[in-house]
């Protein structure tokens, strides 16, 4: 099982900062087979990025995935109010699929 | 507008059955694979079962196999998540999750979600 590791657990930032979210991969898997979701308190988590950089249908280009192999990143670059949420990499190219353990971003 | 539908959650005891449905509508349903994920409550995510679009590929996480079965009935819009023997670490809010993928695993990335539905599992 492929062990998904994201670093903050919490991230303290002010609105305007800019946000850097780290995701790390026990081995590698599949064509970098990674996705970032957002998720908010009651609600389903939301796609933001899929491919490690290919933004979702709908989703400002504040928000960016980069990297490859095993290190993955997904980045705000100024952060917006609604942008405070927990955040979550998950790797669909390996079974069984894994979550990492999230990262929070709240307000400083 | 692309809709999934969680349903029959509720408080069961340990050592028995529940069996989750999700109504789809909104695209294609038969043209999709289609998971289930739960989420502890205050935990994070965790995947549980998929299954291709024509129900040939399936695949479950370790820690329900065995105990839970996926199916689907592409008549009806329909994926359905039965689960036996369940235990008190099965609480959760399960959601269903379209893919956009025909498989489980290219295109697998999750691109809706329902609402959920929560199972909570005490005597």
């Known amino acids: 099982e492929i062990v998904l590791t994201q670093s903050p657990g919490t991230l303290s930032l002010s609105p305007g900062e800019r946000a850097t979210l780290s995701c790390r991969a026990s081995q590698s898997f599949t064509s970098n087979y990674l996705a970032w979701y957002q998720q908010k308190p009651g609600q389903a988590p939301r796609l933001l990025i899929y491919?490690?950089?290919s933004r979702a249908t709908g989703i400002p280009d504040r928000f960016s995935g980069s990297g490859s192999g095993t290190d993955f990143t997904l980045t705000i670059s100024r952060l917006e109010p609604e942008d405070f949420a927990v955040y979550y990499c998950?790797?669909?190219?390996?079974?069984?699929?894994?979550f990492g353990g999230g990262t929070k971003v709240e307000i400083k | 507008e692309v809709q999934l539908v969680e349903s029959g959650g509720g408080l069961v005891q340990p050592g028995r059955s529940l069996r989750l449905s999700c109504a789809a509508s909104?695209?294609?349903?038969?043209?999709?694979?289609i998971h289930w994920v739960r989420q502890a409550p205050g935990k994070g995510l965790e995947w549980v079962s998929g299954?291709?679009?024509?129900?040939?590929?399936?695949d479950y996480g370790g820690s329900v196999k065995g105990r839970f079965t996926i199916s689907r009935d592409n008549a009806k819009n329909s994926l359905y998540l039965q689960m036996n023997s369940l235990r008190a670490e099965d609480t959760a809010f399960y959601y269903c999750?379209?893919?956009?993928?025909?498989?489980?695993?290219?295109?697998?990335?999750?691109?809706?979600w329902g609402q959920g539905t929560l199972v909570t599992v005490s005597s």
């Open positions: 998950q790797q669909y190219g390996s079974s069984p699929r894994t």
């Open positions: 299954i291709s679009w024509n129900s040939d590929n399936i």
């Open positions: 909104g695209f294609s349903f038969d043209d999709y694979a």
């Open positions: 999750a379209k893919t956009m993928g025909r498989g489980l695993y290219a295109g697998g990335y999750f691109d809706y």
């Open positions: 491919g490690a950089s």
